[in-house]
């Protein structure tokens, strides 16, 4: 059973940063990244990286997010830069393996307020 253990969630002021990580259990890891939901909105992507170290980004959030992976550690980041009240979701790891298919983390808050 795949596993995805999220951390690095919080509360920061407009224009600030936070980091977020995700640790899976289960290795070859395809695609991993983040995919967001505000309130009242549909899950979407936020930012994803292949085992090719090829990154896809919303446009929304694209020149201040900045994705990338460890594979020795099994591990993704999401350094979140200039952060928005618009950006305030949950934030969901995501990953998708040859044998396990998609799977999800249980989710971190962020919520960027003044």
């Known amino acids: 059973q795949v596993q995805l253990v999220e951390s690095g969630g919080g509360t920061v002021q407009p224009g600030g940063s936070l980091n977020l990580s995700c640790t899976g259990n289960?290795?070859?890891?395809?695609?991993f990244g983040w995919y967001r939901q505000a309130p009242g909105k549909e899950r979407e992507l936020a930012a994803v990286i292949n085992t090719h170290n090829f990154a896809t980004y919303s446009e929304a959030v694209k020149g201040r997010f900045t994705i990338s992976r460890d594979n020795a550690k099994n591990t993704v980041y999401l350094q979140m830069n200039n952060l928005q009240v618009a950006d305030t979701a949950v934030y969901y790891c995501?990953?998708?393996?040859?044998?396990?298919?998609?799977?999800w983390g249980q989710g971190t808050q962020v919520t960027v307020s003044s």
């Open positions: 289960i290795y070859s890891i395809f695609d």
């Open positions: 995501y990953a998708r393996l040859a044998l396990y298919g998609e799977n």
